[in-house]
């Protein structure tokens, strides 16, 4: 028996050998590493692997339990959160100190209109007349927009006019993306108080700042986007009318269209 069983190894060795060259392999582990390397990379393969391994499954899965047990750290909510109404968010936040811009201001713009608006304008960010008024668009790109507003038969009383960042930028430089970010929250927290059903975004810099999108006017003129659940269409600012009057008719056109969305929106005939 004992013979038999050496005569059967060497005569195994001798067919390797002649497949194999010098080189010995162990049937059992050969037979394991084909058998893994093709198995999809399922759960159920994973255990079978750890068990290979030789790690124990209870392990394995108890690790994934308390990856699931550790909770996302959430920043603590702030006061201003829980406004119920445009007034109680204004006295909460109007002493902000979040950006440099806090520091340069003389007034909080806050943002002035119908609290129930289905319209909210939205411009970049105060002047020197906003500034020391504390409300927006009281300049003469005010003027311009009180008049393209009447175009398309909305009175400034009964929308909502703000503006991506609350603080006059020094010497009316257009304010950095970081002051952006930091105030953008408020613009928020308004939106959801105020519920607007159309958003007009007066530039650049107010499409980029609420759209969070990095394309050109141009391209973005005649569109209509969704900022949450709302929609919203970008036309030139009003200065950069003032600037340039030949873009007054692409504005013209912008209206027209935001006028249109909103008649749907409302289901104005
Ligand atoms: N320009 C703006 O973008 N906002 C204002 O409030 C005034 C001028």
Same mark, same amino acid.
């Given at each position: 028996?004992?013979?038999?069983?050496?005569?059967?190894?060497?005569?195994?060795?001798?067919?390797?050998?002649?497949?194999?060259?010098?080189?010995?392999?162990?049937?059992?582990?050969?037979?394991?590493?084909?058998?893994?390397?093709?198995?999809?990379?399922?759960?159920?393969?994973?255990?079978?692997?750890?068990?290979?391994?030789?790690? #124990?499954?209870?392990?394995? @899965?108890?690790?994934?339990?308390?990856? !699931?047990? *550790?909770? =996302? &750290?959430?920043?603590?909510?702030?006061?201003?959160?829980?406004?119920?109404?445009?007034?109680?968010?204004?006295?909460?936040?109007?002493?902000?100190?979040?950006?440099?811009?806090?520091?340069?201001?003389?007034?909080?713009?806050?943002?002035?209109?119908?609290?129930?608006?289905?319209?909210?304008?939205?411009?970049?960010?105060?002047?020197?007349?906003?500034?020391?008024?504390?409300?927006?668009?009281?300049?003469?790109?005010?003027?311009?927009?009180?008049?393209?507003?009447?175009?398309?038969?909305?009175?400034?009383?009964?929308?909502?006019?703000?503006?991506?960042?609350?603080?006059?930028?020094?010497?009316?430089?257009?304010?950095? #993306?970081?002051?952006?970010? @930091?105030?953008?929250?408020?613009?928020? !927290?308004? *939106?959801? =108080? &105020?519920?607007?059903?159309?958003?007009?975004?007066?530039?650049?810099?107010?499409?980029?700042?609420?759209?969070?999108?990095?394309?050109?006017?141009?391209?973005?003129?005649?569109?209509?986007?969704?900022?949450?659940?709302?929609?919203?269409?970008?036309?030139?600012?009003?200065?950069?009318?003032?600037?340039?009057?030949?873009?007054?008719?692409?504005?013209?056109?912008?209206?027209?269209?935001?006028?249109?969305?909103?008649?749907?929106?409302?289901?104005?005939?």
């Amino acid at each position: 028996m004992k013979e038999k069983l050496q005569d059967l190894l060497l005569q195994s060795l001798i067919d390797q050998k002649e497949i194999f060259g010098d080189e010995l392999f162990e049937t059992k582990n050969l037979k394991r590493r084909t058998s893994v390397e093709f198995e999809p990379q399922t759960e159920r393969s994973e255990e079978v692997k750890a068990q290979k391994e030789i790690i #124990p499954t209870k392990t394995l @899965s108890s690790k994934k339990e308390i990856i !699931k047990e *550790i909770p =996302l &750290i959430e920043e603590p909510k702030e006061n201003w959160q829980f406004s119920n109404s445009l007034d109680e968010l204004n006295q909460l936040i109007c002493e902000c100190q979040k950006c440099p811009l806090g520091k340069t201001r003389n007034k909080f713009v806050f943002g002035s209109g119908n609290p129930n608006a289905d319209v909210l304008v939205v411009g970049e960010g105060p002047g020197a007349d906003e500034d020391a008024q504390g409300l927006p668009f009281v300049g003469r790109a005010g003027k311009l927009l009180t008049d393209i507003l009447k175009a398309i038969n909305f009175s400034r009383e009964e929308v909502y006019i703000a503006n991506i960042v609350k603080c006059r930028p020094p010497g009316n430089r257009t304010p950095l #993306p970081a002051e952006m970010q @930091s105030c953008l929250p408020y613009l928020k !927290k308004q *939106i959801e =108080l &105020i519920k607007p059903k159309a958003i007009l975004c007066l530039g650049l810099t107010s499409a980029h700042g609420l759209l969070k999108k990095k394309e050109s006017l141009t391209n973005m003129r005649g569109k209509v986007f969704d900022f949450d659940k709302t929609k919203v269409m970008v036309t030139y600012h009003p200065a950069a009318l003032l600037r340039n009057p030949n873009w007054k008719r692409g504005c013209w056109e912008d209206v027209q269209l935001f006028r249109k969305l909103y008649d749907e929106l409302a289901n104005i005939k």
